[in-house]
């Protein structure tokens, strides 16, 4: 690795996380989404972005594309002319009023026409929060431009769909993961043997942030990148504690089960949501029959619509919990 | 050094003189001690953080008087500015001590210091910390609290746990044996498990309790009208999930001095503690579901008519939930939501700014640094050079960084199923 190119790098950037060191900087580095890049690239020779919706599956891209444009238009006044937000943690409808209204309304700095504001994860706002989004974008039209990035384009209103242009991102395809893990391992002299490559291609499953992650980790271990450390990487780092917390439900033991969910709401401060989802996609691995993962699937969904009613995150996933008890193995 | 707490008091009577005499907190002694034999000036103050009531100050105390220091203490929540603080320990640091016995400086309570009136308290703190000829311990119940950053830094952190009930028998028993007391042990047992770790609590309801006594037995707790409201909360359980019927289980919380929202917690924290069958855990669970379902329909509605609907599902509908009354005697816990909630702000606050520090950097959700990243970066932090640019890069020390990545003690080691933090039953 060349020992000099880490000068000027300030304290903060010297956290090296591969899945950021390698993120493409321009927009002709994007190995993928071809398709979308060369139209992209096209707006921003001229100089002139619409307001644009990227919509596609975690890890395609969206956000690199996003912060790619923002980089060829502004270079080194890239910082000033964005604002990069990211609705997930903020989807109320007071970002919009606020953050999002205060600095479209300030001038450009530099000789550019607009600035650029990038909302990661759009489809997480409110629907409020989107009307108020709307008016915004029409009312800055001139002084700023919006790009959307959404797992979902069905998640956001017509009308702002309908004042963007929509770009489609693919799932990526295994050649487009392996030009990546290549241009990592090139990156940072890593041997990796064939079989550890395909190991890491089936476990992304297409999401290069789960790639960068698990060779990073992998290397991390010291012991050089092969199939088994990379497997031993992803069992260790799949996020267990839903699995331990249904695990135990399943055998019987409900205060253990419970223990384990108010741990992770309370110390661990996860969102609930995220558990929802994370419990919903263990349920097709647990070992339990195939018709009582449907119960347990028309359990967790009722669960789930009671949460949407206003019911507590803890009380309506511990009923959950207790409805798995009834699927327990009778023990000893 | 003026106390407020007059020597009399049995807390006072009965701290531990030596370290022979001190509960538990091994870590934290063998770490004090370390680090006190080998101070020399320059070294870092030690911060001594947890709890209340678990030793903090006592073991500097202890450990003074068993060694024949010339203890200096000053509680840093009374001086709230830069000159008092100077004024009262500016001098003595710097100076050798007058009788030739070693001094070592004890500053009580340093987070009541993090308010904004505490003008320039912090940095006068430091400036003592840097320029001292003579070791400092700092306590603090919340190291984490961000005005003390510098001093989190300057200093070497030092972790006070709760302590466990059996210790905290011992002690009252010992106390008992002193004070020429006759106590049943189940009257120590329920005194140090209310307590929740606090010696010193534990010890001041002990002499509430048996100031004149010579002998203490379990129902002293409630004749002397002692935690008089929870005990009834004990009975109004008790009747509540023994009931065969609607009416019964909705008057047992009749005269009961808590709110329906607080006995929503005492029942929801009992279900499991009570019933043994899952089919019956589970029913009652789905009735605690439509009962919270009408919470929230009331705050939203302000139909404070439904509320009736929401008492008889919390009530009726778990006390039915069982087929037979279970002829046993459970001991209830009190609700756990409101201890964890308490004890764990700090923490889920400064993950919080942590995750969101990293999301920037990621440009990413704070949920997906959570979710995404953090599984990955907990394997590459058993690399220590990545381990220590991960911290540097969130700002936090060794400890910290521990917390966020939800690490348990030992470098590496992956959570554990069990939350100890739970283990608060009465």
């Known amino acids: ?332 | 050094m003026i106390r407020l707490i007059a020597d009399s008091t049995w807390v006072r009577k009965h701290r531990p003189r030596s370290l022979a005499e001190f509960v538990d907190q091994k870590q934290a002694v063998d770490r004090f001690l370390t680090w006190i034999k080998r101070w020399k000036p320059g070294n870092k103050p030690l911060l001594f953080y947890g709890p209340s009531g678990v030793g903090k100050t006592a073991l500097v105390e202890a450990y003074a008087e068993e060694a024949g220091l010339d203890l200096v203490e000053m509680n840093a929540s009374d001086f709230r500015s830069a000159s008092r603080i100077d004024e009262v320990l500016g001098r003595s640091v710097m100076q050798a001590s007058l009788l030739g016995k070693p001094r070592l400086f004890l500053i009580d309570e340093v987070d009541g210091l993090a308010g904004r009136e505490d003008a320039g308290g912090v940095d006068a703190i430091m400036k003592l910390m840097k320029a001292s000829k003579h070791p400092i311990v700092l306590v603090a119940n919340n190291p984490y609290d961000a005005k003390l950053r510098a001093i989190r830094y300057g200093s070497e952190l030092v972790a006070f746990r709760k302590l466990a009930v059996l210790d905290i028998m011992k002690t009252l028993e010992q106390a008992c044996n002193k004070e020429g007391i006759q106590a049943d042990k189940e009257l120590l047992r329920l005194v140090a498990a209310r307590s929740e770790g606090d010696l010193r609590s534990a010890l001041n309801d002990l002499e509430t309790l048996g100031r004149g006594q010579t002998i203490l037995r379990e129902k002293d707790l409630n004749s002397l009208g002692f935690r008089e409201r929870e005990t009834s909360v004990f009975d109004a359980l008790r009747t509540l999930f023994k009931a065969s019927s609607v009416m019964s289980a909705r008057m047992a919380l009749d005269g009961v001095d808590k709110t329906p929202d607080e006995l929503f917690q005492w029942i929801e924290s009992n279900i499991a503690e009570e019933y043994e069958d899952p089919a019956e855990v589970a029913k009652a669970f789905e009735a605690l579901s439509f009962a919270d379902l009408f919470r929230q329909r009331i705050l939203s509605t302000q139909n404070w008519k439904l509320l009736a609907y929401s008492i008889d599902m919390m009530t009726g509908g778990v006390a039915l939930a069982k087929k037979e009354a279970y002829r046993k005697f459970t001991k209830y816990r009190y609700p756990d939501l409101l201890m964890i909630l308490g004890r764990t702000r700090f923490q889920r606050a400064a993950s919080q700014a942590a995750f969101r520090k990293l999301g920037t950097l990621l440009h990413c959700s704070t949920s997906a640094v959570r979710w995404e990243f953090l599984p990955y970066l907990r394997v590459m932090a058993e690399n220590p050079r990545f381990r220590k640019e991960l911290a540097e890069a969130l700002e936090v020390d060794e400890e910290g960084l521990t917390a966020l990545l939800g690490l348990r003690e030992g470098r590496g080691s992956r959570p554990q199923g069990r939350a100890s933090i739970l283990n608060g039953v009465i």
């Not at chain 1, 419970?258 to 661990?268: I, P, V």
């Not at chain 1, 994370?278 to 619509?305: A, N």
């Open chain 1, 1 to 332: 690795m060349a020992i000099g190119a880490r000068v000027e790098v300030n304290v903060k950037d010297s956290l090296e996380i591969w899945a950021e060191k390698y993120r493409p900087k321009r927009l002709d580095d994007i190995i993928d989404q071809r398709h979308v890049a060369e139209r992209v690239s096209a707006f921003v020779k001229e100089r002139n972005v619409p307001h644009m919706m990227y919509a596609g599956p975690p890890g395609s891209g969206k956000t690199t594309m996003a912060l790619c444009v923002a980089e060829e238009l502004f270079g080194e006044t890239r910082r000033q002319n964005t604002l990069e937000t990211n609705a997930s943690d903020e989807r109320g409808i007071d970002t919009v009023r606020r953050k999002i209204k205060d600095f479209a309304r300030i001038r450009t700095i530099g000789d550019v026409p607009f600035k650029l504001i990038i909302l990661d994860e759009a489809d997480a706002l409110t629907s409020e929060a989107q009307q108020a989004l709307r008016r915004t974008m029409e009312s800055f039209t001139r002084t700023a431009r919006f790009i959307l990035c959404v797992n979902y384009s069905s998640r956001v209103i017509e009308p702002i769909q309908s004042r963007c242009a929509v770009f489609r991102f693919k799932p990526l395809v295994k050649e487009d993961t392996m030009a990546f893990i290549d241009r990592i391992a090139n990156g940072e002299g890593l041997k990796l043997d064939p079989e550890a490559a395909e190991a890491v291609i089936h476990l992304a499953e297409g999401d290069l942030r789960k790639v960068a992650n698990l060779l990073q980790a992998a290397a991390a271990k010291g012991k050089g990148v092969t199939e088994a450390t990379i497997y031993d990487v992803a069992a260790q780092a799949r996020p267990d504690d839903v699995r331990v917390m249904l695990e135990s439900a399943l055998e019987g033991n409900f205060r253990e089960a419970r223990e384990k969910l108010l741990d992770m709401l309370y110390t661990q401060g996860l969102a609930a949501d995220d558990i929802l989802r994370e419990i919903h996609r263990q349920i097709y691995s647990l070992d339990v029959s195939e018709q009582q993962k449907v119960r347990l699937l028309e359990k967790l969904g009722e669960f789930e619509f009671r949460v949407s009613q206003g019911g507590s995150e803890h009380i309506q996933l511990e009923a959950f919990l207790a409805q798995c008890l009834l699927l327990a193995k009778p023990q000893r």
